[in-house]
Every structure is written in structure tokens, then in C-alpha cells.
């Protein structure tokens, strides 16, 4: 499958002006990259050849076939090379503002095609008559006059240098590399630039990867690798290269996602040598506890991963777990279970959630569960008064309090246990990494349980939380009805307000959610403003209340305690209560500007219903005119209400970073691989890295290779093993 990269790629060439180049020379001194370039590519992290050489393009293009116009079949994408006629004339149309679109008619020999460029004022003045350049587009027939051919927003490349001169070897004749532009450096001088360093790259590149690996797997090395990416050969596979799929890109996908794995493998040995604090699991008494707690019994999937965390907790190293689990699928009694132990074994609990509502909650819940069994419960939340706080620090400090509720309060400074045995983090998607270590730096080496509601594809999750082990809740809890899903216009309105008053008539209760406060420029409708109308002229006879982030602490508080009793029916709320609020007698759930919402959060939403054996009802209101991702979105939201299948479609449609909100260290650590492409490769590589970790010394060998390579692999390691 492999073929030499010396056919196609540059070769130093004996008798061309050239002087040689290596890997650590600064790219501030190459030939195409003066002052300007070289600052806009050390803003991109690339400093030296070898970062500069670790840009891959992102896509080829075939410009040895180009497609003739006269056999464009329209519909599908192809790159032509043409050059601008005189006679279609090139005109910029201006919309309103400064939306410029520009037209130009362009001809091969074979026939005539239109390009029409939006906001393309920047091409006046630079397409002459005469001017050849490459289109790579979808073509399609002119909406208006059928018999016309055009490509709408194709990326364009001219050819050959101002003065007239050819085409070089680097743009035609050959599969060529595309780069995403940065800073002012377009695609082609990008690869102008790499093209001239290819051309004098004095050989060596050191390859890190153990040759048993290359060998297995017959990957090209390093070097070679490295050469045909940015110059395939012609007779390389342009659908294999653009699926990245070329020998010499799996090689550099497996070699980044190798790493990081190996960092984390590594970084799993270190923890397992740490002393922790072994708890011991009474299997009775925990049963019991088990008993006194719960109003129901637990499903399989809660029995399960108790079991896994009580197995993690008795041994001699901390435990790191992530507990997984859909909303509503009934984490947080696994997470108390798991208290249990810890305080049976007189150790002190801190559970960290993201919001002042769901701390409060936690708070109450944790109340009813420990204070009959005689434990005291302590809550840590900014802006409580001086006094109290300073009362709630002292408990905690000297022991007395056994379970420790609150938000990033808890992780500030003056907080101080006296024996932090687990430390529990929920929704664990909304922290970053370094708010987990610092909760656990509350503690000597605490067993640690991370929770979130956010559905993560397994494959996924060993890559973000490779170091965690993971517990998943795949089942809910009994007797829940499906929650019916709507898309429905504004227009409609009034029968939705009918429906959720009958409703409510009928004793349930029901959310109304906005995505502002208050009134802004965009447009949109804010909850303050249509709390008032709901509740003066909407819902006259109901008990409307309002919730948003921006009430003080004892509002929220007693909103909140009001909704819980009932006393509140119609919750009008802003995404305040998007994680964790649990009140099950809520059935509906209203959504208005639904298409302003990412698909992640419009399904944490929607869990705040359905959470009780009544049929729950979510109704998004959004145009029936949106189209792109918006419908994507609210389509996906009405399909299914599987949080795995909801995420695998939203990682599709905007990968991995977009997804987890706050971003992860995983995210960092790749410049080529892509999880969820590469998640084969992924697999692959975790499990060689974990072999491979096993033998300490021969591990430790391969991270000292690392060192040959740039500062930003070195980087991206240490994010690695710090996470
Ligand atoms: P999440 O996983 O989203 O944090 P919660 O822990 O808030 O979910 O639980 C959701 C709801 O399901 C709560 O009202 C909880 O009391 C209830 N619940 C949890 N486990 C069970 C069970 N085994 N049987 C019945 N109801 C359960
Ligand atoms: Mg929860």
C-alpha cells in the first residue's frame, strides 16, 4: 500500500540556487516569509520548519485531470482550470452595504462557466482579462437562466505571478495541497512556501515512533511521511488523500493520538503508584444505607457502577472514575451512595456542581439523605453572608461537617477539610480540567468521581478522559414515559399556551425558557419582558414565577423551593436551569427561540422533564423557514431523545470542541487526527501506547524521543500528562 515519496515529492535538486534547511531553522528566515508571514505563523505556533512542516493541508486538489466545462455535470464538485473571458465581463454588483458580488465569466476551450463571488469586492481590479485561475466548486445551473452554468462562492486560485509568468509545478500538473489560510497567507503561498522548503530539506527527521511500530503497521517514516503529505505523488488516490487516508497521513494521525495516549497510560501508572485512602465497603451496611435512602429501587445499570466505584474506593490508590449517563438516568444517587462509603469510613465528601440552583438542590437532597443518619451537610456558595460562611469554613475545617455541597466556591482558597476522601464533580463537562485538580488538591490523594450527563461516545471519552476510568448508566430508571417532542411556529402561540394551561389545570407543571434576561439588540424575546405578559395577561389565574441568573442567591433559592412545592406552576426561566433541576411533577417543557439553542443544550433542557411517570411534553418554537444546522438541530431534538444519538449528531456537525461547551485538553493535543474521523486509528494507537507502557523503561525511552521533536509536541504532551 506504501510507495516511495521520492517519484513525486521535491527532491533537492544539485544546481538550484539553494541553501539547506532543517528542521529547528526559525521560519522567519525562508525564502516567501518576511517580517509580516512570520509573525502570523508564530501566532499559529509555528516558529521553526518543524512546526511549519506539521501544517498539513487540509484538502487536495486533482490538477493534473482537470474537468473541461463542457463535461461539468451540475450538481457536483469539480475544479476547472479556465482563464477570464473578455466577453462575460467581469462586474462587482453591489448589494446593500458593503455586500459586494462579484461576477466573472470564465472559458477552457470547451465551454463557458459563471462564478458569482458574495462579498467578493476584493476581486475588482485583480481579474484581468486573460488572467488564468483554478476554480474548485460545486457547479450548478443558473437558477434564472438554466442554460447557464455557475459555481456560487468557489475557491479560486490565479495562476502565475502578476507580470504574466506561468503557472509553476506547485499549482498544476500535480495533486495539490490546499491549506487553510491564515493571517494574511494564503493557501498557495503557504504552499509556495513549503514547497521552497521541501526543495532544500537537508534529509534528517528524527521518528520518534519504535520501529516495531512502523513495521507492523507499514508506515512510512517520519520524514517520508512528512514529504508526500504536503506533495502526494500524481498517482496517489485524490478520495483516499482527501479521507485522509494515505499511508503517510495515518502514520501522522497515529503518531499524535500515540502520544497522547501514552501520556495518559503513563500518567495512569503514576496515580496507581499514589497512596491513597483504601475505604472498606461493608456490604451490609452500605445495603442498608442503600434501603434508608432510596423511595425506589435502583436499576441494574445504578447496581452496576456502584459496584465498579465501591471496587475502586477499597483499593490502596485513588479512585478516578467517570460516571456517564444520560440526563435523567439517575446519577446523583449513585454519587450519595458513593458518599456513603466515604463517610462511613469517616471521610469527608465534597460534591462540586455548576450552578448556585443545582448546589442548592444537591444541597436539600443531600440533607434528607445524611441528616437522619446523623451526618451534617454544609453548602458553599459565593455571596452568602460573612458571618455564616465564615461558620460553614470552620465546620468543615475541623471535620464536623461530613458532606460538602457548593459550586467553584468550593475550590477557592479558604475552604479546608480535614479529611477529603472523595471528592465528586457534576456535570463535569462545564469545568475545565484544572477546576478538577484543584478540588482534588483539597484533599491528600482523594478518590475522585466525575459525572456528566453529556452522552459521550466511548471512544470519545478514552480520548478526553483517557485517564479516567468509565462507569456508564445505560439504562433509566422504570415507568418513564417518552417524551414527545414538537417543532412549532411563533404564530402558534396561543394553542401552545392552551395546551400548557390544561395542563397545569391537570396539576402538573410546566417551563418556559428564553434565551435573554432582558431586552437586547438582537431581537429576541427576553424573559423578563415575557414573564410579565405571560403572568399579567396569559396565565391570569395560574402562579407564574420567573428565574435567571441574575437574582440574588435567596431569590433563586426560594423560586426554586416555590417550584418545587408547587406553588409555582409556570416556571418562565433562561438556561439558569439547563443542568441538574430536578422536579418531576414537570411535564412541559416551552421553548422559545429554539433554533437560538445548540443541540446539547436543548437536550440537557429537555431533561428537566420527563423525570417522573407522567407524559411530559417539549414544544420548540422556532420559524418553519430555518434551514442549515438550525434545522439540523431542532429536526435531530424531534427525531430522537437518545442523549448518545443526540450527541453522535451534534459531534458530527461541529466535532468534538464545539460539543463538550467548555474545552478540553483533548482538543489541544491534535493538529491532524480527529477523534471522531480517526477513531479506528484512535483505538489503535491506545492500545499499542498502553502496551507499551507496561515496560517503564522502554516507555520512558520513547517520551525522551519526544524531545527531538518541537516545542509544541512537548507542549502537548505535558497538557497531557497535567490534565
Ligand atoms: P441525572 O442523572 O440527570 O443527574 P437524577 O439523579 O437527577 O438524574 O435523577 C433523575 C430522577 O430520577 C430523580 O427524580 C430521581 O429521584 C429519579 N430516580 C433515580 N433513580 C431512580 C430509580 N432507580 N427508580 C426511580 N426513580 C429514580
Ligand atoms: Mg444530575
Given at each position: 500500500m506504501w510507495r516511495s515519496v521520492e517519484s513525486a515529492c521535491p527532491v533537492p535538486s544539485a544546481g538550484s540556487h539553494y541553501v539547506t534547511i532543517s528542521l529547528t531553522n526559525p521560519v522567519k528566515y525562508l525564502r516567501g516569509v518576511g517580517p509580516h508571514r512570520a509573525a502570523a505563523l508564530e501566532e499559529r505556533g509555528i516558529a521553526t520548519v518543524g512546526d511549519l512542516l506539521g501544517y498539513l493541508p487540509f484538502r487536495y486538489e486533482d490538477r493534473i485531470r482537470f474537468t473541461r466545462i463542457a463535461e461539468i455535470v451540475p450538481g457536483q464538485t469539480h475544479t476547472i482550470l479556465a482563464e477570464v473571458t473578455s466577453g462575460g465581463g467581469s462586474t462587482v454588483r453591489f448589494a446593500r452595504g458593503r455586500n459586494a458580488v462579484f461576477h466573472v465569466a470564465v472559458r477552457d476551450g470547451s465551454g463557458m462557466l459563471h462564478a458569482r463571488f458574495f462579498h467578493g469586492g476584493y476581486l475588482q481590479g485583480r481579474l484581468k482579462e486573460g488572467q488564468r485561475l483554478v476554480l474548485h466548486g460545486k457547479a450548478d445551473r443558473?437558477?434564472?437562466?438554466?442554460?447557464r452554468l455557475e459555481m456560487v462562492n468557489p475557491q479560486i486560485e490565479m495562476l502565475g505571478g502578476s507580470d504574466g509568468t506561468a503557472a509553476d509545478s506547485t499549482e498544476v500538473g500535480r495533486i495539490v495541497p490546499i491549506y487553510e489560510a491564515m493571517g494574511g497567507i494564503s493557501s498557495r503561498m503557504l504552499r509556495r512556501i513549503i514547497y521552497g522548503v521541501l526543495v532544500n530539506f537537508e534529509g534528517n527527521v528524527p521518528d520518534p515512533l519504535p520501529s516495531e511500530l512502523l513495521d507492523r503497521y507499514h508506515f512510512p517514516t517520519r520524514r517520508e511521511a512528512l514529504l508526500y503529505a504536503h506533495f502526494p505523488p500524481k498517482d496517489e488516490s485524490i478520495e483516499l488523500l482527501n479521507a485522509f487516508r494515505s499511508s503517510a497521513q495515518m502514520r501522522l494521525i497515529f503518531e499524535e493520538f500515540f502520544y497522547y495516549q501514552l501520556a495518559l497510560a503513563l500518567r495512569r501508572l503514576r496515580d496507581h503508584r499514589t497512596r491513597g485512602i483504601p475505604l472498606r465497603v461493608r456490604e451490609g451496611k452500605v445495603r442498608d444505607a442503600l434501603k434508608r435512602i432510596l423511595p425506589f429501587k435502583p436499576t441494574a445499570a445504578q447496581k452496576r457502577v456502584l459496584a465498579e466505584i465501591a471496587a475502586d474506593l477499597e483499593r490502596p490508590y485513588p479512585m478516578h472514575r467517570l460516571l456517564e449517563g444520560d440526563v435523567g438516568s439517575g446519577k446523583t444517587i449513585v454519587a450519595f451512595e458513593a458518599a456513603t462509603i466515604a463517610i462511613e469510613n469517616d471521610c469527608q465528601v465534597a460534591l462540586m456542581a455548576p450552578t448556585e440552583i443545582l448546589a442548592a438542590q444537591h444541597y436539600l437532597s443531600a440533607q434528607r439523605v445524611f441528616k437522619p443518619a446523623g451526618y451534617a451537610v454544609e453548602l458553599i456558595v459565593s455571596g452568602r453572608k460573612r458571618a455564616e460562611r465564615a461558620q460553614a469554613l470552620e465546620r468543615i475545617a475541623s471535620g464536623a461537617a461530613q458532606f460538602v455541597v457548593g459550586t467553584h466556591a468550593l475550590i477557592e482558597d479558604p475552604v479546608a477539610f480535614k479529611r477529603l476522601g472523595l471528592a465528586i464533580v457534576d456535570e463535569q463537562h462545564r469545568f475545565g480540567v484544572l477546576q478538577r485538580k484543584r478540588l482534588m488538591e483539597k484533599g491528600a490523594s482523594p478518590h475522585v468521581l466525575v459525572m456528566t450527563a453529556t452522552p459521550i461516545p466511548r471512544t470519545l471519552a478514552l480520548t478526553l478522559y483517557g485517564d479516567l476510568d468509565l462507569s456508564v448508566i445505560d439504562e433509566m430508571p422504570p415507568g418513564r414515559t417518552p417524551i414527545d417532542t414538537r417543532w412549532t411556529s411563533e404564530d402558534k402561540l396561543p394553542a401552545v399556551w392552551e395546551f400548557l394551561r390544561r395542563e397545569v389545570v391537570r396539576g402538573r407543571q410546566g417551563y418556559v425558557l428564553y434565551p435573554v434576561i432582558e431586552e437586547s439588540k438582537q431581537e429576541l424575546k427576553a424573559a423578563t419582558l415575557e414573564y410579565e405578559r405571560l403572568a399579567t395577561k396569559v396565565f391570569l389565574n395560574l402562579r407564574v414565577g420567573l428565574l435567571h441568573g441574575r437574582l440574588k442567591n435567596e431569590e433563586k433559592d426560594s423560586v426554586m423551593e416555590r417550584f418545587r412545592d408547587n406553588e409555582i406552576q409556570i416556571l418562565v426561566a433562561t438556561t439558569v436551569i439547563e443542568v441538574g433541576v430536578d422536579v418531576p411533577n414537570a411535564t412541559v417543557m416551552v421553548i422559545e427561540h429554539a433554533d437560538r439553542f445548540g443541540l446539547a443544550q436543548l437536550h440537557q433542557l429537555r431533561g428537566r422533564i420527563g423525570r417522573g411517570t407522567e407524559k411530559s411534553h417539549c414544544i420548540l418554537i422556532a420559524p418553519k423557514s430555518i434551514a442549515g444546522e438550525a434545522r439540523g438541530r431542532i429536526e435531530a431534538m424531534v427525531a430522537t431523545s437518545n442523549g448518545f444519538e443526540i450527541a453522535e449528531y451534534d459531534l458530527k456537525q461541529r466535532g468534538p470542541g464545539e460539543f463538550f461547551g467548555t474545552r478540553q485538553h483533548g482538543d489541544a493535543a491534535f493538529s491532524v487526527a480527529q477523534p471522531l474521523r480517526d477513531r479506528e486509528i484512535l483505538e489503535l494507537a491506545r492500545r499499542e501506547a498502553f502496551a507499551l507502557a507496561e515496560d517503564p523503561a522502554k516507555a520512558n525511552e520513547v517520551v525522551a524521543r519526544l524531545e527531538s521533536l518541537s516545542p509544541a509536541w512537548r507542549m502537548r504532551y505535558q497538557l497531557a500528562m497535567v490534565g
Open positions: 443558473d437558477p434564472y437562466r438554466p442554460a
